[in-house]
């Protein structure tokens, strides 16, 4: 999900889950300093995918905005299971669930 209107720049964790919410996890903004300048993690082309091509959440345009992208779950046998998406791929079609 993304902020609302007006607080576009402010970078906050997005929650991420699949259509059950089996998997959830969240992608939590960079840490920019004088020595890491590089967004290696993604969080920004992401940002930029739901904030320009994105869709109102449940609560309408004051709720931010989501979107819809292609993943998938690997499951581990001795950790949490990791949530991953493809951001090369463009968006994922809306879905109603």
């Known amino acids: 999900a993304a902020l609302p209107p007006g607080v576009e ?7 991420l889950y699949n259509s059950d919410r089996s998997a959830k996890t969240f992608l939590h903004p960079p840490s920019f300093d004088d020595d890491n300048t590089d967004d290696d993690g993604g969080y920004q082309k992401i940002k930029d995918q739901i904030t320009n091509s994105g869709t109102s959440g449940a609560l309408g345009a004051t709720g931010g905005q989501k979107a819809y992208f292609y993943g998938f779950v ?23 669930w």
């Open 9 to 15: 720049d402010t970078f906050v964790p997005m929650l």
């Open 74 to 96: 690997t499951e581990t046998k001795t950790g949490p299971n990791v949530v991953s998406i493809d951001i090369q791929s463009g968006l994922a079609p809306n879905q109603t």
